[in-house]
């Protein structure tokens, strides 16, 4: 896993993307870039070389799971490791992103442990696969 | 108006039987019959419009009971839980300023004792007992440095994570400021259906936009009635529950694994 891979962060709270942009930072990951909505993100990945998307549900203009779908649907982009960190808990959400390709969820509030560990287990599950 | 033409009607009829003039009395009787008929259906008009009014009143009024008995409450409850949370991170950050605090008024302090010492050797001030005192001081120094400096780490670390209660909260004061939109919608369609002008042509119009603004106002606000995959918000305990609510990382976890994620 290499600490400088290239990460966009996607959340509509400057204040969450901020703590998650900190957070990777301790872990090693400097390589970091913002989207403060999936509209936003879209272009941004398709351009921009990402090696890892972290991305919020609830969203104004396109929401976290349109984003992850259209990543998928996106042959440039479909391979994209996509990890939701997100305060939606519904039992149905979260099928749903696991059925549309996500490779990691986390629910808000989370702790810094817990994005460490579902960080290694997405690159585990990719090197293994 | 209709009292005269009944009347007319009723003179002619009158006249064209005094004639003899059979075909144009049926006829007169038939135009009577005919304005009769013209009457009961004004009224039956005026009628069905005025138990149109009624039963929307009657739906509006239930969709503000609605906001009364379950939506306030619940926005309430949500309002609640934001003091609830902001007081958490508040407190836990104060918890980590607490403790810092005194450790970089510990490091600073002994910093500048040992940096004294320091500057006296540097001036050859100092003998070699002296020095080697000051070494073993130095050396339990720079142990002290480390740890405090990871000590320090982890509570900037704790105050980080202790402010995402405003991407939580904010999500959460969005959806009351949507309710309280509906609620104000409601009562300005209140307000108007109860100022109604006379016409009651314009009020059944006014009162049939209203039901569709009341039907609207009632999609937009439906929280647990939204399709499953809609967008929540995050959980706020006593107001979202049910077995579709996934309580925390562990649950989360197990859900997935149980679908073979």
Same mark, same amino acid.
């Given at each position: 896993?290499?600490?400088?891979?290239?990460?966009?962060?996607?959340?509509?709270?400057?204040?969450?993307?901020?703590?998650?942009?900190?957070?990777?930072?301790?872990?090693?990951?400097?390589?970091?870039?913002?989207?403060?909505?999936?509209?936003?993100?879209?272009?941004?990945?398709?351009?921009?070389?990402?090696?890892?998307?972290?991305?919020?549900?609830?969203?104004?203009?396109?929401?976290?799971?349109?984003?992850?779908?259209?990543?998928?649907?996106?042959?440039?982009?479909?391979?994209? %490791?996509?990890?939701?960190? &997100?305060?939606?808990? @519904?039992? =149905?959400? $979260?099928? /749903?992103?696991?059925?549309?390709?996500?490779?990691?969820?986390?629910?808000? %509030?989370?702790?810094?442990? &817990?994005?460490?560990? @579902?960080? =290694?287990? $997405?690159? /585990?599950?990719?090197?293994?696969? | 108006?209709?009292?005269?033409?009944?009347?007319?009607?009723?003179?002619?009829?009158?006249?064209?039987?005094?004639?003899?003039?059979?075909?144009?009395?049926?006829?007169?009787?038939?135009?009577?019959?005919?304005?009769?008929?013209?009457?009961?259906?004004?009224?039956?008009?005026?009628?069905?419009?005025?138990?149109?009014?009624?039963?929307?009143?009657?739906?509006?009024?239930?969709?503000?009971?609605?906001?009364?008995?379950?939506?306030?409450?619940?926005?309430?409850?949500?309002?609640?839980?934001?003091?609830?949370?902001?007081?958490?991170?508040?407190?836990?950050?104060?918890?980590?300023?607490?403790?810092?605090?005194?450790?970089?008024?510990?490091?600073?302090?002994?910093?500048?004792?040992?940096?004294?010492?320091?500057?006296?050797?540097?001036?050859?001030?100092?003998?070699?007992?002296?020095?080697?005192?000051?070494?073993?001081?130095?050396?339990?120094?720079?142990?002290?440095?480390?740890?405090?400096?990871?000590?320090?780490?982890?509570?900037?670390?704790?105050?980080?994570?202790?402010?995402?209660?405003?991407?939580?909260?904010?999500?959460?004061?969005?959806?009351?400021?949507?309710?309280?939109?509906?609620?104000?919608?409601?009562?300005?369609?209140?307000?108007?259906?109860?100022?109604?002008?006379?016409?009651?042509?314009?009020?059944?119009?006014?009162?049939?936009?209203?039901?569709?603004?009341?039907?609207?106002?009632?999609?937009?606000?439906?929280?647990?009635?939204?399709?499953?995959?809609?967008?929540?918000?995050?959980?706020?305990?006593?107001?979202?529950?049910?077995?579709?609510?996934?309580?925390?990382?562990?649950?989360?976890?197990?859900?997935?694994?149980?679908?073979?994620?």
């Amino acid at each position: 896993m290499d600490k400088n891979m290239k990460i966009l962060i996607v959340d509509d709270f400057s204040t969450m993307r901020r703590i998650i942009k900190n957070l990777l930072r301790d872990l090693g990951y400097n390589n970091t870039a913002e989207a403060d909505d999936g509209k936003t993100a879209l272009p941004v990945l398709q351009t921009g070389d990402f090696d890892f998307l972290v991305t919020d549900w609830n969203m104004p203009g396109m929401t976290g799971i349109e984003l992850l779908k259209a990543v998928r649907a996106d042959a440039k982009l479909a391979s994209l %490791p996509v990890l939701m960190v &997100t305060a939606e808990s @519904k039992r =149905d959400q $979260i099928v /749903e992103a696991a059925q549309a390709g996500v490779n990691g969820y986390i629910v808000k %509030p989370f702790t810094a442990a &817990t994005l460490n560990e @579902k960080i =290694d287990k $997405i690159f /585990e599950r990719i090197a293994t696969a | 108006m209709m009292g005269e033409q009944t009347l007319n009607q009723a003179r002619m009829l009158v006249e064209h039987i005094e004639s003899g003039d059979e075909q144009a009395a049926q006829n007169a009787l038939e135009e009577l019959s005919k304005l009769r008929e013209t009457d009961l259906y004004r009224e039956l008009g005026k009628l069905t419009r005025e138990l149109h009014d009624t039963l929307n009143n009657f739906k509006l009024d239930s969709r503000i009971t609605d906001l009364a008995a379950q939506d306030i409450p619940d926005a309430k409850e949500r309002l609640n839980y934001v003091i609830t949370m902001t007081e958490q991170a508040a407190n836990k950050t104060l918890n980590a300023v607490e403790e810092s605090l005194p450790v970089s008024e510990q490091l600073q302090g002994r910093s500048e004792e040992l940096g004294a010492q320091w500057e006296r050797f540097r001036r050859r001030e100092m003998s070699a007992e002296e020095f080697r005192g000051l070494s073993r001081e130095l050396d339990g120094f720079f142990a002290d440095v480390g740890q405090s400096a990871a000590s320090l780490h982890g509570n900037l670390s704790d105050v980080l994570m202790a402010q995402d209660f405003q991407d939580l909260t904010g999500q959460i004061i969005r959806r009351v400021i949507s309710l309280v939109q509906d609620v104000e919608q409601s009562l300005v369609d209140l307000v108007r259906l109860s100022g109604r002008a006379d016409g009651l042509q314009t009020s059944v119009a006014a009162v049939g936009a209203t039901a569709a603004a009341g039907g609207a106002a009632v999609a937009a606000a439906a929280v647990e009635e939204a399709p499953d995959v809609e967008a929540q918000g995050p959980h706020v305990p006593g107001v979202d529950e049910g077995e579709n609510v996934i309580q925390g990382q562990d649950e989360v976890d197990d859900l997935l694994s149980s679908l073979g994620f």
